[in-house]
């Protein structure tokens, strides 16, 4: 997934570091089914949230089945408890590197495991990489009042702040917000190669899934208004890239409730 790729090239830190954990998801599923549980649906839910906050890879997705049915059978039914699970990992715009219908070819380290309603499952394993601590050299938005939307250039690398303002502890819209918005939307309508990532950020405390809800307000708007949704990514990046440190003002703390936005070609 690209959100994957481009959480790396957005900062220029000073010290940066990453930990990396591997993880199983499970998903248990009925005799003779495989379409999702309302269990299975929330468990899957949550994970697919938790993945739009860092750095995330589904690495592998494998099927089991118990030993009722023939081989060909149960490989089937293997590939369409993979499918229910794909289909929803996809709503969230993730795909999965590797896919494995086992069916009864289960791993030799779990040949004891006696209870084979244990074996309707789906195994999804997936990596996170979460920042851990990020120290930025200087602020990386560019706030100039002779640098604003209109004149951008579609090879600036650059982040650009929108002059966009939420209430507090809102990711509700304020102000000449909408006005700003419509600019963005004419210059990406006006320049169809161009797409924009759109990051979300918060004052006063981390919080991704405020600068999350930031993020996605824009770009609900964007896409209502006829851009299409392919061409934005949208991301929270809670309290990490601050404008202004340490926040001592109330305008301080207005300039790091803020999004902002990062345009790349194809």
Known sequence: MKNSITFFFLFSVSSAFNQENRNTLLIYFGFDQYELSSSAKYELNNLMESAQKGSFFIERVTSYTDLNGDFQYNKQLAEKRIQSVEKMIKSYDFEILEKNAAGVNYPKNAENINDYKYWRRVEIQYLTVQPTMVTLDEPQSQTDSDFNIERITTSDERSIVLNIEFVPGEDILIGNSLDEI????????????????????????????????????????LIQKGIDAKRLRHDGFSNYIPVVTPELTDEDRQKNRRVDVIFTLN
Request: glycine share 2%; charged share 20%.
């Open 182 to 221: 419509n600019k963005l939307y004419t210059f990406l309508n006006d320049n169809p190669k161009v797409y924009a990532f759109l990051r979300g950020h918060v004052c006063c405390a981390d919080d991704f899934s405020l600068s999350t809800a930031r993020a996605h307000a824009v770009f609900l708007i």
